[in-house]
């Protein structure tokens, strides 16, 4: 909120954004935390895509979404918790809940697959989601490309899997980011830590490599240790 304008001014125009009928059904389908691209916010906003795009330019603009660049599409999201609690209040007076997002990914590639050299699917979402729970991984604040560092802990846990990490950070990439996931519309561990932990499953036999596909299938071993190390239920 710019300190300049006026408190009320500032709350009439941010409450005018949300209270936009299309502008409303697209900020309450991402309240998952999962991101979507402007087309398929036009189909929930039941608008046009050009459409679509002026009410995400306007979102956008009052600090509610912020967009991620990934390849050749432009993916939404909340902008902050903020604004996910600010939409959660105002369902409970409403008293209607929000609608849940339903994936149309084949299930066993959700589960598990590669992207590039990095885990992807639901195991990948919820491993990174656990370190950064675990305080194993810090933003980097001067960094606004969704960046990441292992703090001391985090080097330690990654360490303890006789991972090299100085020789992750020796190549000449990103160390740690995060991807966003196409199937679970969260973020997955990518850079060159992602592709050293992915190696390192693989390995130790953690997951293994479908023939024919980038699907992954946990072994009895990686669902043991999954759940050990990252609390990750497979």
Known sequence: MNADVPVDA???RIAAAIGEPARTRMLYCLLDGRARTSTELAIIGEVTPPTASTHLNRLKADGLVTAHVQGRHRYYTLESAHVARALEALSVIAGRPAREFQPSTPTRYRLARSCYDHLAGRIGVAVFERMRANGWLRGIAADAANSYDLTHDGSSAIAAMRIDLEQARGQRRRFAYGC?????RRFHLAGA??????KSFLQCRWLERD?????????AAGRRELRSRF???C
């Open 10 to 12: 500032a709350v009439s």
């Open 180 to 184: 966003l996931d196409w199937s679970e």
């Open 193 to 198: 830590l992602g592709a050293a932990l992915f």
């Open 211 to 219: 023939l024919d596909s980038r699907a992954l299938v946990v072994s």
């Open 231 to 233: 609390n990750v239920e």
